[in-house]
T-cell receptor, first 115, second 110 residues
């Protein structure tokens, strides 16, 4: 009963390096989301997807790119990491009935540090 | 724009005490409102939700009522347990806009 999984769990990058965070869900959900969590700020939506092959910007999309080539996977890319991107990243998925009312299911998070 | 403001923590209570965590929101439309809980080292889990005015969400002894007139969604529990220690987030969603409060850390002591 995996639910939403995220890879890796921890990562340390140097400024300017690139990396990809992988999110996978096994619940056949249509919608997927990437958030970042910073101290004292709650979660902020980076990008989301309402179906395979589609992506859209959230509240804080700058410096990130995403892809949803397969329904079960949602990738978050950092092309040139900056210290301001040090954060905990959470992926979530939801069934796809409604962006407003769907229950979201969250992964365990990826802690990223950019030096 | 849309935003959520919730009570700052940390909150420390004794077991069996009454809990209230305040949450107010600002929204241009009619959002859905949520409370999530985050246990140490884990992702967020939905605790309860309400999708329209006067709805009451409830789960595991926690309750919150969607009050449009006061733009509030306060979380309450009559008798907390040590296992309720966690960080609680209030959130609103309106179409593709999803906003979270900063979180309130609750510690319950035996």
């Amino acid at each position: 009963n995996a639910g939403v999984t995220q890879t890796p769990k921890f990562r340390v990058l140097k400024t300017g390096q690139s990396m990809t965070l992988l999110c996978a869900q096994d619940m056949n959900h249509e919608y997927m989301y990437w958030y970042r969590q910073d101290p004292g700020m709650g979660l902020r939506l980076i990008h989301y997807s309402v179906g395979e092959g589609t992506t859209a910007k959230g509240e804080v999309p700058d410096g990130y790119n995403v892809s949803r080539l397969k329904k079960q996977n949602f990738l978050l890319g950092l092309e040139s990491a900056a210290p301001s991107q040090t954060s905990v990243y959470f992926c979530a998925s939801s069934p796809g009935t409604s962006l407003s009312t769907d229950t979201q299911y969250f992964g365990p998070g990826t802690r990223l540090t950019v030096l | 724009g849309n935003s959520v403001t919730q009570m700052e923590g940390p909150v420390t209570l004794s077991e069996e005490a009454f809990l209230t965590i305040n949450c107010t929101y600002t929204a241009t439309g009619y959002p859905s409102l949520f409370w999530y809980v985050q246990y140490p080292g884990e992702g967020l889990q939905l605790l309860l939700k309400a999708t329209k005015a006067d709805d009451k969400g409830s789960n595991k002894g926690f309750e919150a009522t969607y009050r449009k007139e006061t733009t509030s969604f306060h979380l309450e529990k009559g008798s907390v347990q040590v296992s309720d220690s966690a960080v609680y987030f209030c959130a609103l969603r309106y179409n593709n806009d999803m906003r979270f409060g900063a979180g309130t850390r609750l510690t319950v002591k035996p």
